[in-house]
């Protein structure tokens, strides 16, 4: 006969494998709490967007497509590609020159990036379209000498010029800061390393210093793309045709304020939803060395090494 008190008691759960990993966490009260908060306000907004006449739905859809909205839209977006690019490349120039060892041309670019960051983008839009109250004629030739070359300002500054000179300085001042901020932190051992194994200063530049400042610099950049498309809107005021001048033409005619609005505003959306998918795109694309998994892979290559 067997004599169970002198046979430890096994505990069922002790034989069990607890995997920390597959812990689910509590759920807290006050998360359900803020969550069916959340989900009554956004049916309240729905319901608010849906019974309200005065949106007036089927103009919004009669006016949604009109060609002469597409058109407004292309020009937003031609100025938002025209001011990013001369933007960008004005930008690099002069964080490159902020950078520089070169004391006045580093003045300079100082002083342009904070003159232009600081004045607002809307009155640089109108001070650059009444520029021929200044100077009635552009000219070019040798400073406190002859002239070679003249034009009258009124045939040069047009609202299409204005909008792409104002726009475009406005972003370079921005840019430089962010590409002189994206250039700082990679640490500098890193160019001492490239130069140690022969790298030319170009290719340290390109193999080793960009790629790690493009993860610092694409999502500001990737912000900028996108207030900048908003901020096109601006050039309403120089009598510019982009999106919100074409609904402004429509609605000063049928007086149907709201709904042209709710136009303008949903092709806003659509644009820089799009804008912020391919910003996500590229920035996976710049990190895709920096993620947790290629982290995990990493070291768990290293410890299969050295093991």
């Known amino acids: ?13 002790a034989d069990r494998t607890v995997d920390v ?3 689910k966490r509590r759920i807290h009260p006050w998360r359900v709490v803020v969550g069916i908060l959340l989900l009554l306000v956004t ?4 319901v608010f967007l849906v019974t309200n006449e005065r949106f007036d739905w089927p103009v919004v859809a009669e006016y949604l497509f009109n060609p002469s909205v597409l058109v407004g839209l292309s020009v937003s977006i031609m100025l938002t590609i025209v001011g990013m690019v001369l933007g960008s490349i004005l930008g690099t120039a002069l964080a490159a020159g902020q950078l520089s060892d070169f004391a006045p041309l580093r003045w300079a670019c100082i002083a342009f990036v904070g003159v232009f960051r600081g004045v607002p983008p809307l009155v640089q839009l109108i001070f650059w379209y009444n520029l021929a109250y200044l100077l009635p004629r552009l000219a070019v030739g040798v400073p406190f000498g002859p002239e070679l070359f003249s034009w009258p300002t009124n045939d040069l500054i ?10 475009s300085l406005h972003e370079a001042a921005y840019m430089a800061e962010i590409v002189r ?3 700082s932190s990679v640490d500098s051992g890193q160019r001492d390393a490239a130069k140690a194994m022969g790298f ?6 390109s193999r080793v210093v960009l790629p790690q400042a493009m993860r610092v610099i694409i999502p500001p950049t990737g912000s900028q793309v996108i207030a900048l ?19 402004q033409v429509i609605y000063n005619r049928t007086y149907e304020v709201v709904p042209m609005l709710i136009v303008a505003v949903i092709w806003y959306l659509v644009v ?11 920035e996976r694309h710049f990190n895709r060395g920096m993620s947790r998994a290629a982290i995990t892979r990493r070291v768990v290559a290293r410890t299969e090494v050295t093991a």
Do not use: E
Not at 1 to 13: E, G, K
Not at 43 to 46: E, F, K, N, V, Y
Not at 229 to 247: E, F, N, P, Q
Not at 272 to 282: A, C, H, K, S, Y
């Open 43 to 46: 049916a309240q907004i729905l």
């Open 200 to 205: 030319s200063r170009w290719h340290s530049f």
């Open 181 to 183: 901020a994206g250039i």
């Open 272 to 282: 820089v939803t799009g804008l912020t998918i391919l910003q996500r795109r590229v």
């Open 1 to 13: 006969m067997t004599d169970l008190t002198t046979q430890p008691v096994r505990n069922p759960r």
């Open 229 to 247: 498309m908003k901020g096109t809107s601006l050039v309403s005021v120089i009598a510019m045709g982009d999106l919100l001048h074409s609904v």
């Open 21 to 23: 990993a597959a812990a």
């Open 158 to 167: 047009t609202p299409l010029t204005a909008a792409i000179i104002g726009l």
